[in-house]
C-alpha cells in the first residue's frame, strides 16, 4: 500500500512539474498562436484556444507515459546515469530522503488544494444557479424571470447552464429585441461557454499575469462574437448590425463603463459581427491549416521537450 501511494506521490509530483514548465513556455509563444489564427472565424479561434490553453497538462501526461516506457523513452532523454548504471530505466525520483519526501509532499499538498478549489467552485455555482430558478418566474421553457428593475440578462451553471432575464428588461423589450437576446444568451448555454471558461481560467492559472489575462479575454470575446452571429442570423439583421448590439449592450453591463470606451466598445463588437457574417458567407479567406498546424508542432515539441528535460529535472528536484 505505501509502494503504491508513493509512486501514485511521484508521479502527481512530476506530472505538476512538467505542466508548469510547458504551461510557461506555451505563455511564451502564445502571440505567435495568435498570429496563426489572424484568419480564422472566432468559433475556431474559440476552439484552436482551448486545446492550446489544454496542451501543457495533455504533454505532461504522454511524457509520463513514455517516460514509464524505458526503452521508448530513452531515446528522448538527455544523458545521464545512476551510479554505474547507464541504461534505459523508468522514471525514478528518490523518496528515501527527507527533502525528497518533503518536495513530493509538498507538491501533492499544493495540487490537491488546487482540485478542492476547482470542485468547491462547481458546488458553488450549482448551488446559485438553484437559488435564481427557486426565486424565479418560469416564464417559457427557455428562461426564468428574475425580479429585478434592472436590464440583465446572463446565462448561468457549468453543466446545465440556464438563462436568466430581469423583470426589468422583459418589461421594455419588444419582442423582436427579446429574441435577438435570448438567441445570444442560449447560444452560451448551448456551447456551455461557462464550462469551457471555467476550464481556460483554471489550466491558464499557472501562466504570467499579462499573458493569462490576455487568452482570457481572448477567449470571452470569440464567445461574444459568436453568440452575436448567431443572434443576427436568427432575425437575419445583416443590415442593422448596429441594432443588434445596442439590443444585446442593454444587459450586458455597458452602462457600468465610462461614456468615452462605451462607443468604441460597441464599434468594435460590431465591426467584429461584419467580419464573422464575411467569413460565413465564404466570401473570407480562412485559414484552417496554420492554427492546427502550430498546435500539432507545439504538442510534439512540448512533450519531447519535456521528455528531454522532464527525467533529469524530476529526479534533480526530488533529490
Known amino acids: ?85 547507464c541504461s534505459p530505466h523508468t522514471l525514478h525520483m528518490t523518496t528515501d530522503t527527507v527533502e525528497g519526501v518533503l518536495a513530493v509532499f509538498v507538491v501533492v499538498l499544493l495540487l490537491s488544494g488546487f482540485v478542492v478549489l476547482m470542485a468547491r467552485q462547481l458546488h458553488r455555482s450549482r448551488r446559485h444557479v438553484k437559488t435564481l430558478s427557486s426565486l424565479s418566474e418560469p416564464s417559457s421553457a427557455s428562461y426564468l424571470v428574475v425580479e429585478s428593475p434592472h436590464h440583465m440578462a446572463w446565462c448561468a451553471g457549468f453543466l446545465k447552464p440556464q438563462v436568466f432575464l430581469s423583470r426589468g428588461l422583459v418589461d421594455v423589450m419588444d ?29 491558464t492559472n499557472a501562466w504570467p499575469r499579462g499573458r493569462k489575462q490576455r487568452i482570457r479575454q481572448n477567449f470571452s470575446n470569440y464567445s461574444e462574437h459568436i453568440c452575436d452571429l448567431v443572434a443576427a442570423r436568427c432575425e437575419k439583421g445583416v443590415t ?6 445596442e439590443t444585446l449592450a442593454t444587459c450586458n453591463g455597458d452602462a457600468s463603463k465610462p461614456m468615452s470606451s462605451l462607443g468604441h466598445h460597441r464599434q468594435q463588437r460590431i465591426a467584429a459581427l461584419q467580419r464573422e457574417l464575411y467569413l460565413q458567407k465564404g466570401e473570407g479567406k480562412q485559414s484552417y491549416v496554420k492554427p492546427a498546424a502550430f498546435l500539432a508542432c507545439a504538442w510534439i515539441i512540448a512533450t519531447m521537450t519535456a521528455i528531454h528535460f522532464g527525467h533529469p529535472l524530476l529526479e534533480f528536484l526530488s533529490r
Not at 178 to 202: G, M, P, S, Y
Not at 240 to 245: D, P, S, Y
Open 1 to 85: 500500500m505505501t509502494d503504491t501511494l508513493t509512486v501514485i506521490g511521484n508521479y502527481l509530483f512530476g506530472w505538476t512539474v512538467i505542466s508548469l514548465a510547458v504551461s510557461w513556455c506555451l505563455a511564451l509563444v502564445y502571440p505567435l498562436m495568435l498570429r496563426s489564427m489572424a484568419e480564422s472565424s472566432a468559433e475556431h479561434a474559440s476552439f484552436y484556444t482551448l486545446i492550446y490553453s489544454l496542451l501543457a497538462p495533455l504533454s505532461a501526461v504522454f511524457a509520463l507515459i513514455i517516460l514509464s516506457l524505458p526503452e521508448l523513452a530513452f531515446p528522448f532523454i538527455s544523458e545521464h546515469c545512476h551510479d554505474t548504471i
Open 240 to 245: 442593422e448590425l448596429a441594432h443588434v448590439i
Open 175 to 203: 419582442a423582436r429585441q427579446l429574441r435577438l437576446i435570448l438567441a445570444h444568451e442560449q447560444t452560451h448555454a448551448f456551447r456551455r461557454d461557462n464550462l469551457r471558461k471555467w476550464v481556460l481560467h483554471w489550466v
